[in-house]
C-alpha cells in the first residue's frame, strides 16, 4: 500500500486554463484537474475507461451525439474510445480516473491539452 497526497503531487499548467496533478498507478490513472470558467479540452478519444467526478463547478461534455452537463457531486462514465471535448461552465475541480492507465500521459503525448 501507498499513500498518496494531493497537496504533494506536482501541479502542472497545461495552458492558462488548465492545470492538471496525476497519479499513475499500477493500474490506472487518476488526475486532478482544475479548469477555469471558458476552458476547453478538446475533442480526443482514448483506449482508456474514464470516470470524471466533480468536486466542484461545471463541466460541459460533448459526444458526437448527446451533450452532457455535469456538476459538483456527479460522475460521469465515458467508455474507451469515444470521442468528445470538454467545457468549463465555471470555475471546476474535476476527478479523473482512467483505467488501464495512461500511457500517452507518461510518454508527454497530450498536446490536445496544451493549446
Keep these: 500500500m501507498k499513500l498518496h497526497r494531493w497537496s504533494e503531487i506536482p501541479v502542472e499548467s497545461l ?12 493500474q490506472m490513472t487518476m ?17 482508456n475507461e474514464q470516470v470524471t467526478t466533480m468536486e466542484k463547478g461545471r463541466l460541459r461534455f460533448i459526444f458526437d451525439d448527446s451533450e452532457l452537463i455535469v456538476e459538483a457531486g456527479d460522475s ?27 500511457e500517452d500521459w507518461q510518454r508527454g503525448d497530450d498536446a490536445y491539452l496544451r493549446r
Aim: aromatic content about 2%; glycine content about 2%; hydrophobic content about 40%.
Design 15 to 26: 495552458n492558462p486554463l488548465v492545470d492538471r496533478q496525476a497519479l499513475h498507478c499500477d
Design 31 to 47: 488526475s486532478r484537474l482544475t479548469l477555469k470558467k471558458g476552458a476547453v479540452v478538446p475533442r480526443h478519444h482514448h483506449v
Design 76 to 102: 460521469l462514465q465515458i467508455p474507451s474510445n469515444v470521442p468528445h471535448s470538454v467545457e468549463a461552465l465555471e470555475d471546476s475541480v474535476a476527478l479523473d480516473l482512467f483505467s488501464p492507465v495512461r
